[in-house]
């Protein structure tokens, strides 16, 4: 899937840009983005490495098991295959609660080591998707956040009279995005599966 | 409603207090909290690199598309079906660019808020598109680039349901809750 949606993207930017009179801007995109990507990554990957470090101490303290089994019920409900108490739904757990609280710098590094763990505990070599990791990718890219920071932050700087307002209706949105992501989910398993 | 002068301020809270109470706990619990930081440092160094590659072809796709002006003829192409689900035009180029790009969907955003400003019905609507939404693509690529994973099955259709719904859904609440 993602093979079509890459050449359709760059196939169409091409054409487009070609077509439009911006092959100029189209050429400076092509050769800048990789300069771009690196600037990106120092980013990302300093953000990442300190959460990954700080989510270290966590574990060892006790408090990513006391998250877990807060959550577990739910995990258990949507991801149903993970091992008990494996290290893949501990890493679930501590990627839900990194996401709800706004913290995606810290929700990124958590959600991988739960897609490796999952791989491991699956024992999936093959290139495929797993049920698990789908519904796992499905929930991360439906956003379930409590206090999105960023959202509020540039409310505020654009003079918003109430920042927060729109909170109930983010929640609602998340949750209504998500069930309709998730029903998806178990529909289209469906049809990919008949025999099981 | 709440009002908060400076919600800036209650995010910067967040993220002391989680850095700072999880190296105390650590402490409390006898944890070697220097080592083990480290430990977890290099492993997030690692996971970083991964997704070099997936990142980097995202942002060619992101960067070949916004440069090409397709996604300004999207928006006035989608304008009109929009409207028939009572979605304000102006947030088409955001439900565009949200799944592919998050920096870009923030300067979408910002655009639409000196437009029409924040507490205007539209800008309240993309607004909660905003919150309640996700890259998707950029999330896709990522965690499954991260272990190889090259089926990706049904992932993206379901993912986009979701994305769909939330923009649909986000329009509803504004018009429901705040109007």
Request: aromatic fraction near 6%; proline fraction near 5%; hydrophobic fraction near 50%.
């Amino acid at each position: 899937m993602m093979n079509y949606v890459f050449a359709f993207l760059i196939i169409l930017a091409a054409a487009w840009g070609i077509g439009s009179g911006h092959a100029p801007e189209v050429a400076a995109a092509i050769l800048k983005s990789g300069g771009d990507t690196v600037q990106l990554l120092l980013t990302v990957a300093g953000a990442m490495s300190v959460w990954s470090g700080l989510m270290a101490v966590a574990e060892k303290s006790g408090l990513t098991q006391w998250a877990t089994r807060l959550l577990r019920p739910l995990i258990r409900l949507l991801l149903p295959g993970l091992r008990r108490d494996g290290e893949a739904e501990q890493c679930v757990c501590m990627n839900l609660v990194a996401n709800l609280l706004g913290l995606g710098n810290a929700a990124t590094p958590l959600g991988l080591r739960a897609m490796n763990a999952m791989r491991r505990e699956q024992g999936l070599n093959d290139g495929r998707a797993s049920a698990e990791m789908t519904t796992f990718v499905v929930m991360n890219t439906a956003s379930l956040q409590l206090l999105p920071t960023t959202l509020m932050v540039i409310r505020t700087e654009a003079g918003s009279a109430d920042p927060m307002g729109i909170l109930p209706c983010i929640w609602l949105t998340s949750l209504s995005a998500l069930t309709a992501g998730l029903l998806m989910c178990l529909i289209l398993r469906g049809f990919a599966s008949p025999k099981n | 409603m709440v009002h908060i002068e400076n919600f800036g301020a209650i995010g910067n809270d967040i993220i002391i207090i989680t850095a700072a109470g999880i190296v105390l706990l650590g402490l409390v619990r006898k944890v070697p909290v220097f080592d083990t930081f480290l430990e977890g440092a290099r492993e997030g160094l690692a996971a970083a690199l991964r997704i070099m590659p997936a990142l980097t072809a995202l942002t060619l796709c992101i960067a070949m598309i916004k440069a090409s002006g397709a996604l300004d003829a999207a928006s006035r192409l989608a304008s009109p079906l929009i409207g028939a689900f009572r979605i304000p035009p102006e947030t088409t180029p955001l439900m565009l660019v949200r799944p592919l790009s998050g920096s870009g969907a923030l300067a979408v955003i910002r655009q639409i808020f000196t437009d029409v400003g924040p507490d205007s019905y539209a800008g309240q609507v993309a607004s909660v598109m905003m919150g309640s939404t996700e890259t998707t693509f950029y999330t896709v690529a990522v965690y499954y680039g991260s272990v190889g994973v090259k089926k990706t099955g049904y992932t993206i259709p379901a993912a986009l349901t979701a994305d769909l719904t939330g923009m649909i859904v986000a329009a509803l609440t504004v018009t429901l809750f705040l109007h």
